[in-house]
């Protein structure tokens, strides 16, 4: 995607210095900063941090942390425990979003049979870049596939201005290039279609304010900041369309977990006969899971994310208490919303109902009932 007229993703190699690079997404809108990853702990880090945040980002990031494992064995042995060690470490670092593991065992499987050190860390890192590349035209398709629902809305509405409403960030920040969420709507954009975003704050660390709003921007795509509890009013006031969101993990029968704050807008589409899309890659399905309420693993961060914001002064960023200092905080990271409540979701392959079944038909050789250990 361009900034300011200039290329940038989210995460690459940088050949000449054999390291990875990423942007430092905490610092946005109000400053780009470029960060390195040298070593294991620093992509922990930045996957615990926040550093890079979205399903598809936090799974290659955890791709290109098992080459820096294999980049920085102890006296350049790079035993088999050793690897499994740093891949389970790395797998820990945040729970609900199942590209982690992905990502990390696509590279692992990979080099585990080669014997030869040099060959175990360029494949690592060859087998990283072509994930990268696999999820951003993954994203593309995404977009090409969600395109056509806009583009039926505008028709409908006379090439009135189709109003979309999302849910925290699932840009191209939140992937490496085009989005999930967002892919359809740079599309539609793209194509020139009359489009308008509203953008909900997203608390308790603001990544529809800081980070879509601040995409969008950069895209010259027409939007609009509320508050997390506009969309309702919204909704019932026929000022919303569609809503499209994002997803960490979706179960095989349809399941989404997705940012705090999701189920709520589900509802309130549903109740309101708005379509509600999720937006995702294959990599962000869990093909063993069927029951999200039972099986998803809900991440609970530092309560200081609810009870201090994030903000910039006259002497730069700064973070502000807002609430009693003594006051407990819970801060779950995500919900899950019912496969019943979903309309559809947009994959790289099409667009399918938020059934098994339909999902399977897409996917079909991830069918269990057609392999023979079964």
């Known amino acids: 995607m361009k900034v300011d007229g200039r290329d940038i993703r989210t995460i690459w190699f940088d050949e000449h210095e054999k390291t990875v690079k990423i942007i430092d997404q905490r610092k946005l809108p109000h400053e780009l900063v470029i960060v390195d990853l040298k070593t294991v702990d620093d992509a922990v880090k930045a996957i615990k941090d926040m550093y890079v945040r979205g399903a598809p980002l936090i799974g290659v990031t955890g791709a290109y942390a098992v080459y820096l494992a294999a980049l920085n ?93 999302t849910h925290c960030n699932a840009g191209w920040l939140a992937c490496i290039e085009h989005g999930t969420a967002t892919a359809p709507i740079y599309a539609a954009f793209d194509k020139g279609i009359d489009i308008h975003v509203w953008v909900d ?100 961060r530092d309560p200081d994310e609810i009870k201090y914001v994030q903000g910039l002064d006259r002497d730069g960023s700064t973070s502000v208490l807002i609430c009693p200092q003594t006051s407990q905080a819970a801060n779950f990271a995500f919900d899950v919303t019912p496969a019943k ?23 079909p050789e991830k069918d269990r009932r057609q392999r023979p250990e079964d």
């Open 201 to 300: 704050e997203t608390r308790p660390l603001n990544q529809g304010t800081r980070l879509t709003a601040w995409e969008l921007g950069k895209h010259g795509v027409n939007h609009t900041i509320v508050t997390d509890n506009a969309g309702g009013h919204l909704m019932q006031h026929a000022m919303v369309d569609m809503v499209i969101v994002g997803t960490d993990r979706t179960t095989a029968a349809g399941d989404v977990a997705n940012k705090i704050g999701t189920y709520l807008k589900a509802l309130a589409a549903w109740d309101n006969n708005i379509p509600f899309y999720v937006a995702l890659p294959s990599s962000t399905f869990d093909w063993d899971l069927r029951d999200g309420l039972k099986d998803i693993p809900i991440e609970q």
């Open 341 to 363: 409540f979903v309309t559809g979701f947009i994959t790289e392959r099409g667009i399918c109902r938020a059934t098994e079944e339909d999902i399977r038909r897409l996917f």
């Open 73 to 165: 064995a102890p006296d350049g042995q790079i035993e088999t425990q050793y690897l499994q060690r740093e891949a389970h470490r790395i797998k820990s670092a945040r729970p609900t979003a199942v590209n982690l593991t992905w990502g990390v065992d696509m590279v692992l499987s990979k080099i585990l049979s080669i014997s030869d050190p040099a060959k175990k860390i360029d494949t690592a890192q060859k087998i990283s870049g072509e994930i990268a590349e696999l999820e951003v035209e993954n994203c593309r398709k995404i977009g090409e596939q969600g395109l056509s629902i806009i583009e039926r809305i505008s028709r409908q509405k006379k090439g009135n201005t189709v109003q979309v409403l």
